[in-house]
């Protein structure tokens, strides 16, 4: 694995204090502490239910935790930016399955802030390999094509300080893994940051990965 962080850390991107999260009666998660610093990979892991999807969404301003702070620096952000940016793709794909898949990320690009012109869609989506399916309506792709259009997002952001990622390598197949991989080692080694969850194990040529375990806490 590629070593992408150093001895000496700048400040952290995203930092969490004594977070804590509940499902009506049941603490998911409590008394979590961690810190995700740029150029650092990190693999939140835990069985089903344990609150990863929560804690991202957390992370990303969605949800809020029932204790405990949660802090985000984004400073210089990548180009020297002061405006450091959140990319966030969900589990869900969040797709407009009325429109074909090139106009699909214009809207998404352009909804977040990113390049939403026309050319660097098409550009992204041939990273994506998924040039080919530019002009097919959304609600014709299988799964694995859907996720790699909405992954498609990662090849228009240049300048994002901490990449949320749920599940991303979800219906991909080897090639697509390949891909993204890729995107985060270069996105990593310009700087950014990786806050992802993933069911399957990490491939062991791809970014180094800290591992951030939830455990279920007892009931509220």
Same mark, same amino acid.
């Given at each position: 694995?590629?070593?992408?962080?150093?001895?000496?850390? $700048?400040?952290?991107?995203?930092?969490?204090?004594?977070?804590?999260?509940? &499902?009506?009666?049941?603490?998911?998660? &409590?008394? !979590?502490?961690?810190?995700?610093? $740029?150029?650092?990979?990190?693999?939140? &892991?835990?069985?089903?239910?344990?609150?990863?999807?929560?804690?991202?969404?957390?992370?990303?301003?969605?949800?809020? $935790?029932?204790?405990?702070?949660? @802090? =985000?620096?984004? $400073?210089?952000?990548?180009?020297?930016? =002061?405006?450091?940016?959140?990319?966030?793709?969900?589990?869900?794909?969040?797709?407009?399955?009325?429109?074909?898949?090139?106009? @699909?990320?214009?809207?998404?690009?352009?909804?977040?802030?990113?390049?939403? &012109?026309?050319?660097?869609?098409?550009?992204?989506?041939?990273?994506?390999?998924?040039?080919? =399916?530019?002009?097919?309506?959304?609600?014709?792709? @299988?799964?694995? +094509? #859907?996720?790699?259009?909405?992954?498609? =997002?990662?090849?228009?952001?240049?300048?994002?300080?901490?990449?949320?990622?749920?599940?991303?390598?979800?219906?991909?197949?080897?090639?697509?893994?390949?891909?993204?991989?890729?995107?985060? +080692?270069?996105? !990593?080694? #310009?700087?950014?940051?990786?806050?992802?969850? @993933?069911?399957?194990?990490?491939?062991?040529?791809?970014?180094?990965?800290?591992?951030?375990?939830?455990?279920?806490?007892?009931?509220?």
């Amino acid at each position: 694995m590629h070593d992408t962080t150093s001895n000496l850390l $700048p400040a952290p991107f995203v930092s969490a204090t004594g977070l804590a999260c509940r &499902r009506g009666h049941q603490w998911l998660f &409590r008394a !979590l502490s961690f810190a995700v610093f $740029p150029g650092q990979m990190m693999w939140l &892991r835990g069985a089903n239910g344990s609150g990863k999807t929560t804690l991202l969404r957390v992370v990303v301003g969605l949800s809020q $935790p029932d204790e405990g702070t949660l @802090s =985000r620096d984004m $400073p210089d952000g990548l180009g020297g930016s =002061r405006q450091g940016r959140t990319v966030y793709v969900g589990h869900l794909n969040a797709m407009k399955d009325d429109l074909t898949v090139c106009e @699909s990320l214009q809207f998404m690009a352009g909804l977040h802030g990113q390049d939403s &012109r026309r050319e660097a869609a098409l550009a992204a989506l041939q990273t994506l390999g998924m040039h080919h =399916r530019r002009n097919a309506a959304v609600r014709t792709l @299988s799964q694995g +094509q #859907r996720r790699r259009a909405a992954l498609a =997002r990662l090849a228009l952001e240049k300048t994002a300080s901490l990449w949320v990622l749920d599940e991303p390598f979800d219906a991909l197949d080897a090639q697509g893994i390949e891909t993204i991989n890729g995107l985060m +080692q270069a996105h !990593l080694d #310009r700087g950014g940051s990786v806050l992802l969850t @993933s069911h399957l194990e990490l491939e062991a040529a791809g970014p180094e990965a800290h591992e951030l375990t939830l455990q279920q806490g007892p009931a509220a």
